[in-house]
């Protein structure tokens, strides 16, 4: 299978724990992003990455997220200090650079993770 | 006013028929937009994207665009109980802005 994985697919946490999400983007694209949807709501951005730079952070990215792509490839989102508000579907995306691709963006199975 | 407004639905249509999905948006400058299919408990599913004015078909699904009236929206012909979903459309600004916005998608229904 050649595109977006995403771990772990579900998580159930108690508030005020951490918890890490990884996504693995196609293997040839340079861009991922990361959205979190809510029941009823269209996918919100949260932040994306060219290569291993994030170029830009949502307002809704609040200093208890953090995501990173070390050396490009892969991403961590972190949460710390969850809190109910966070339960919803997190969505990694990916696309490929470049005039022919036009920023088409191709979503893994998301992480549900849901908050006690 | 939403950055990206779609009518909720539910949307019913009897198999074969077509199906009419709209969607407007605020942003003058967006140039790229796209229609997603979602599955209950999926994530999204790239169906189509359309970049100029006019109409882009692929197989029964057509994509319409009109950027001066701020307005896209996706036919689906000979409708199927498989095309039953919900239907988000999504707009990326082309000011060096990365993100798409989404609406809060169509749910759609095919009555066999």
């Known amino acids: 299978d050649t595109g977006v994985s995403q771990d772990p697919r579900h998580k159930i946490t108690k508030r005020g724990q951490n918890v890490t999400f990884r996504c693995d983007p196609i293997?040839?694209?340079?861009?991922l992003y990361w959205y979190r949807q809510t029941l009823g709501q269209g996918p919100e951005f949260l932040t994306y990455?060219?290569?291993?730079?994030?170029?830009?952070k949502s307002r809704l990215l609040s200093d208890r997220f953090s995501a990173e792509r070390p050396k490009g490839s892969f991403s961590t989102l972190e949460i710390q200090r969850t809190e109910q508000g966070d339960s919803a579907m997190y969505l990694c995306?990916?696309?490929?650079?470049?005039?022919?691709?036009?920023?088409?963006?191709?979503f893994g199975p998301g992480t549900r993770l849901t908050v006690l | 006013q939403k950055e990206v407004e779609q009518n909720s639905g539910p949307l019913s249509v009897p198999e074969g028929a077509i199906a009419s999905l709209n969607c407007t948006y605020s942003?003058?400058?967006?140039?790229?937009f796209f229609w997603y299919r979602q599955y209950s408990g999926k994530s999204p599913e790239l169906i189509m994207s359309i970049y100029s004015n006019g109409d882009k078909e692929d197989g029964r699904f057509t994509a319409q665009l009109n950027k001066a009236s701020q307005y896209v929206s996706l036919l689906i012909r000979d409708s199927q109980p498989s095309d039953s979903a919900t239907y988000l459309c999504a707009v990326k600004s082309n000011f060096g802005n990365e993100k798409l916005t989404f609406g809060t998608g169509t749910r759609l229904t095919i009555i066999p």
């Open positions: 293997s040839e694209h340079n861009r």
């Open positions: 995306a990916s696309s490929l650079v470049g005039d022919r691709a036009r920023n088409e963006q191709f």
């Open positions: 942003d003058r400058g967006s140039q790229s």
């Open positions: 990455f060219q290569n291993e730079a994030q170029l830009e």
